[in-house]
T-cell receptor, first 114, second 112 residues
Framework: QKEVEQNSGPLSVPEGAIASLNCTYS??????FFWYRQYSGKSPELIMS????GDKEDGRFTAQLNKASQYVSLLIRDSQPSDSATYLC??????????????FGKGTMLLVSP | DTGVSQNPRHKITKRGQNVTFRCDPI?????LYWYRQTLGQGPEFLTY????????KSRLLSDRFSAERPKGSFSTLEIQRTEQGDSAMYLC??????????FGPGTRLLVL
């Protein structure tokens, strides 16, 4: 069973729309959840972190966490062409590491068309 | 605020050669991580240090891979007898304790 799962996409949205990115994870012991953005050929850049159930907003970005459902999502409002990138969901774990490391999904590619 | 730096940014080598990469973390960060990323995949954990102690190594890290962090500052990752399957982006990240990890620009390795 894969530990962190994301749809690979691409997810295509028009400029100005809301983009919704989803992630599920398997380890119920995970407590820290992150969204990274990665442009082609570049390294991951932190977008959001979330630790508690509910929503966390930062500018155009909202992260949502539901630990009971083991589900994390990222909403991007007013999507811009510059948001076109791969979005990586990362979860702390696994148990064997003392939850000190990150386990990443494969990422969802987002394409925002002008 | 100086971010994580990695050198070299690109490395092309022939199969069987040894390569070494360097990572300089954010100055106040005591934890340093190495990840590997191949095309279409998310980063995969390789190893991490807290200060100078190497606390964990992934089973992905074969005997040909070795990492050091002398004096708890910069870290080096060496790959001996490189294979074509080692071609990947090698990413370094750092954090303060178990806080958020910040990534460097990566070293892209191509083994011919």
């Amino acid at each position: 069973q894969k530990e962190v799962e994301q749809n690979s996409g691409p997810l295509s949205v028009p400029e100005g729309a809301i983009a919704s990115l989803n992630c599920t994870y398997s380890d119920r012991g995970s407590q820290s959840f992150f969204w990274y953005r990665q442009y082609s050929g570049k390294s991951p850049e932190l977008i959001m972190s979330i630790y508690s159930n509910g929503d966390k907003e930062d500018g155009r970005f909202t992260a949502q966490l539901n630990k009971a459902s083991q589900y994390v999502s990222l909403l991007i409002r007013d999507s811009q062409p510059s948001d076109s990138a791969t979005y990586l969901c990362a979860v702390n774990g696994p148990l064997g590491s003392g939850y000190s490391t990150l386990t990443f999904g494969k990422g969802t590619m987002l394409l925002v068309s002008p | 605020d100086t971010g994580v730096s990695q050198n070299p940014r690109h490395k092309i080598t022939k199969r069987g050669q040894n390569v070494t990469f360097r990572c300089d973390p954010i100055s106040e960060h005591n934890r340093l991580y190495w990840y590997r990323q191949t095309l279409g995949q998310g980063p995969e954990f390789l190893t991490y240090f807290q200060n100078e102690a190497q606390l964990e190594k992934s089973r992905l890290l074969s005997d040909r891979f070795s990492a050091e962090r002398p004096k708890g500052s910069f870290s080096t990752l060496e790959i001996q007898r490189t294979e074509q399957g080692d071609s990947a982006m090698y990413l370094c990240a750092s954090s303060k304790d178990v806080g958020t990890q910040y990534f460097g620009p990566g070293t892209r390795l191509l083994v011919l």
